[in-house]
């Protein structure tokens, strides 16, 4: 079993920065992917960004060059720091996971974080 969670979220100002972090612990031998996901009210899951056990990373159209994810290994650490923050990045955003285990891989969801730009 592996467990996820998410701190970071929060009220911010169109313009300013968060940070979004995801720790995995439990039983694992490691994780491979790590996705930060969010679902923005009415609206689907979408994926934000996505980085590999090798640290290549791809971004959704819409917070590329804005927000870079990034994953520290020996913590089981994945974050999300997220600049130049507009209205529209209003959501809940979700950890999303690939752990390797004894004898399969499983994807696991954190728990969310949301995330409120107003000013």
């Known amino acids: 079993q592996v467990q996820l969670e998410e701190s970071g979220g929060g009220l911010v100002q169109p313009g300013g920065s968060l940070r979004l972090s995801c720790v995995a612990s439990?039983?694992?031998?490691?994780?491979?992917?790590v996705a930060w996901y969010r679902q923005a009210p009415g609206k689907e899951r979408e994926l934000v960004a996505i980085?590999?056990?090798?640290?290549?990373?791809n971004y959704a159209d819409s917070v590329r060059g804005r927000f870079t994810i990034s994953r520290d290994n020996a913590k089981n650490t994945v974050s999300l720091q997220m600049n130049s923050i507009k209205p529209e990045d209003t959501a809940v955003y979700y950890c999303n996971v690939l752990a390797v285990l004894a004898t399969t891989t499983r994807q696991y969801w954190g728990q969310g974080t949301q995330v409120i730009v107003s000013s």
């Open positions: 980085i590999t056990s090798g640290g290549t990373t």
């Open positions: 439990g039983t694992f031998f490691s994780i491979s992917r």
